[in-house]
């Protein structure tokens, strides 16, 4: 038997969505956990604090794609 399940852009665009707001989640994390240490690299952290602004880039662009533009 071959069902087949379609999601609508929309779906697609939620789901990706969430699974971004998760990962900027775990970044946060990893962050904080980081700036913990004593003995951090401060170029890890650099890198780690861009890939988070490049998530929160992601999400906002993503968000904007839902969000159906009003004409007032």
Not at 35 to 64: E, M, N, P, W, Y
Request: contains cysteine; proline residues 1%; positive net charge.
């Amino acid at each position: 038997m071959n069902m087949q399940h379609s999601m609508s852009l929309e779906d697609i665009t939620r789901a990706r969505l969430e699974a971004l707001r998760c990962e900027h989640r775990d970044l946060d994390e990893a962050i904080a956990a980081l700036q913990g240490q004593q003995r951090t690299s401060s170029l890890a952290l650099q890198r780690l604090k861009k890939q988070k602004l490049v998530l929160k880039d992601r999400i906002a662009r993503l968000s904007d794609e839902l969000t159906p533009d009003i004409i007032a």
